[in-house]
């Protein structure tokens, strides 16, 4: 499952570069932050090299003949390896990683608030999003939803809204919690206990919500489950439907009739049965998906 869950709202290329982004993220939460950028651009240094340069050599053509050569010599020896390596060092490239975690950062620090990092999740609301999102997961790799059976484009939209929904509330769930358990573990008098007690409940009844939620999700795919099952059964018994004249004409020959004819109805009364079968099962997973609607 992912390891960054984004806001959908975000835009595509942002979003995959945040999902990316856990290794640093990890950094960020631990205190580190990257290099500040040199202050003044590549280009400018060499401008300003460029004219301390022509200016130390004005200077010293300013000067007598005999402290002219040895000013020269003085360009030479110190001047021009100092010029070659400001200039070396300006066009050496940035460090690839270090650019890469230079824009992961900035893209994080831009996007705060619409990203959740799983690892920062408690155990129990860590355990409720990896329900939430193999449910979703077993929805949008189904068969019936990549044939359009279950209204494949609203499970696009509705499905990663409902996820971000989810994990956003069990981030802010489980900051609180903390914060909370961290407060009472230092030892109540009994006036704060009596206000610590409701607080702790409101907690509770925040996590049974969202279990709804989640639970809502489960009862869609084991809608969409049984949608599946039908989907394959179904197409199964159409290709051997397509193949029923050649077992007729199989049994016809060899004299078998009185065996398989009646093992052939049956097969065309179950493609009958299977057919509507899915129709009811796909009209069951769309009833649950209404449930997950706003």
């Given at each position: 499952?992912?390891?960054?869950v984004v806001d959908p709202e975000v835009p595509p290329d942002d979003a995959q570069l945040l999902r990316d982004s856990r290794q640093v993220l990890i950094k960020m939460r631990q205190g580190w932050t990257p290099q500040p950028r040199p202050s003044v651009s590549n280009a400018h240094r060499r401008m300003m090299v460029a004219f301390a340069g022509a200016a130390f050599f004005g200077l010293l053509m300013g000067f007598g003949s005999p402290a002219r050569g040895l000013g020269l010599l003085m360009m030479v020896l110190f001047g021009i390896p100092l010029v070659i390596v400001l200039f070396v060092r300006n066009d050496m490239p940035e460090d690839d990683e270090d650019a890469y975690e230079?824009?992961?950062?900035?893209?994080?620090?831009w996007y705060e608030g619409r990203y959740v990092l799983t690892d920062d999740l408690d155990e129990s609301s860590a355990r409720l999003l990896t329900r939430a999102q193999r449910a979703i997961a077993a929805v949008t790799g189904s068969r019936v939803n990549a044939e359009g059976l279950l209204d494949d484009v609203r499970n696009g939209v509705m499905l990663p809204a409902q996820e971000w929904e989810i994990a956003r509330l069990l981030a802010k769930l489980s900051a609180l919690r903390a914060k909370h358990r961290e407060t009472v573990s230092q030892g109540l008098t009994p006036e704060v206990e009596a206000v610590a007690r409701p607080l702790a409940r409101a907690l509770d009844n925040s996590e049974e919500a969202v279990l709804g939620r989640v639970e809502a999700l489960e009862r869609y795919a084991a809608n969409v489950a049984d949608a599946e099952r039908a989907y394959v059964a179904h197409h199964q018994i159409e290709e051997l439907r397509s193949r029923m004249h050649q077992y007729e004409e199989l049994v016809a020959e060899t004299g078998a009739d009185g065996f398989v004819v009646p093992e052939l109805e049956r097969l065309?009364?179950?493609a009958d049965r299977l057919e509507q079968a899915l129709r009811r099962s796909v009209s069951s997973a769309q009833e649950a998906f209404r449930h997950l609607e706003p």
């Open positions: 499952m992912a390891d960054v230079r824009e992961v950062y900035d893209q994080l620090r065309a009364a179950d």
